[in-house]
């Protein structure tokens, strides 16, 4: 039953004459004259459109399988970590954060849910071919990227996974390239790393560090994955949601007299701050609490140092699981628990879905990308086939 599910994108789009003539004849000039800069094409976009990509395949897995962990108040101290008895080794974060960020089941993940990711990277890809980006507004365009970016992580993570620490991951090792500077995906013909997601389209395009929020790191020391996909309608409010929560956690900064600790994330995304600590530090008094902004208001220094590299899974980057939690039925319950209200299975979310349409769910070599343009056809719409930075 789980194999009818297929992640599928949406577009709602009201076709005028004009954007019609735009879609059969496309007059972006910027690509060519930018030819130079593949990048440049990214940072286009057709102010108050109502073109929508609706993420639902995304929105499912994500609901499935993050675990949303309640922001705290509390400030933790570092512990030691527990050993195994016998053995030196330890699992689990002993970091302040250790009780932060929400986590994902990567234990339960199995192939055809790695199958269901990789089928919905493969359409954002594919989106541009019939409909370029720069006829979308600036914030469906930001939900695209956040989702892509996010999607690409997770399946990536989940290859690697059981993994307990991300550090070498993160930067690389001896004849490796980091994870985050291989090229994952392609998108209108431009190969393209996380970092080049990060850096050269979100943080050059949209020249905000909010950015930074809605990046899953898959660490503890990073922001939260939320268990929504990003839409153009809440992809506001959500990285303000988690900037707030981020900056005023265990994982945002800390205090050394007069010293300021920062999460290791804003180097990371040290180009949102062309002037480092004035600019982080009008970026973190816009959400801080009235504690950190009081603390702020003295702090003389602002040293990235922070970070908990442990994976952000419920079970210690381990895959050990209690008894029948490895099947899909057991994967959604659990996924329903919290402060999520949605339960049942992949297969009857998408039957209820399919309630209201009535129409057939797509087998997995059917086309999965479905256009809506209102009353009239559309034009192509044939989609193409260690706790402080150290290890």
């Known amino acids: 039953m789980l194999k009818e599910l297929h992640p599928t994108i949406l577009i709602t789009k009201i076709l005028t004459l004009v954007l019609l003539v735009f879609l059969i004849t496309p007059v972006y000039g910027q690509e060519e004259t930018n030819s130079a800069d593949p990048f440049a094409r990214f940072g286009n976009y057709t102010e108050g459109s109502d073109m929508a990509i609706n993420h639902v395949g995304w929105d499912t897995m994500l609901q499935a399988t993050v675990k949303v962990i309640e922001p705290s108040s509390v400030k933790l ?74 999607a690409v992580l997770f399946e990536q993570l989940a ?14 090792k001896s004849k490796k390239t ?69 900056v005023n956690s265990n994982r945002g900064v800390k205090f050394w007299g007069t010293k300021a600790r920062v999460s290791l994330l804003y180097e990371m995304g040290k180009s949102a701050f062309p002037n480092w600590e004035t600019d982080l530090a009008a970026h973190l008094n816009s959400f801080a609490n009235a504690t950190l902004r009081a603390n702020l208001a003295g702090a003389e220094s602002f040293t990235p140092k922070i970070y908990d590299w442990n994976i952000a899974d419920t079970k210690g980057g381990t895959l050990s699981a209690g008894p029948a939690q490895n099947t899909a039925a057991n994967l959604l319950t659990a996924g329903a628990t919290g402060t999520q209200s949605r339960g049942g299975t992949f297969s009857q979310l998408r039957i209820q879905g399919q309630t209201g349409s009535r129409e057939k769910a797509p087998g997995r070599e059917e086309i999965i990308t479905t256009i809506e343009c209102g009353t009239g056809p559309c034009p192509d719409d044939e989609p193409e086939d260690d706790p402080e930075g150290d290890d």
């Open 178 to 246: 980091a994870l985050w500077d291989e090229k994952l995906v392609t998108v209108e013909g431009v190969a393209l790393s996380l970092n080049d997601i990060q850096n050269k389209i979100l943080i050059r395009h949209w020249a905000s560090p909010l950015v930074l929020y809605g990046l899953y790191q898959g660490s503890i020391g990073g922001p939260s994955l939320p268990n929504r996909a990003f839409t153009g309608e809440n992809v506001q409010r959500l990285l303000k949601k988690s900037a707030k929560e981020f």
């Open 77 to 150: 101290a570092t512990v030691k970590p527990k050993v195994k008895t016998g053995t030196r080794i330890s699992r689990g974060s002993s970091s302040a954060a250790r009780e932060e960020t929400n986590r994902v089941r990567f234990h339960l993940l199995k192939q055809e849910h790695l199958d269901m990711v990789a089928q919905y990277i493969g359409e954002l890809e594919r989106l541009p071919n019939s409909y370029p980006l720069a006829d979308f507004n600036k914030n469906e365009q930001l939900a695209y990227w956040l989702n892509l970016h996010n």
């Open 159 to 172: 290859k690697e996974y059981p993994i307990s620490k991300l550090k070498k991951l993160r930067y690389g």
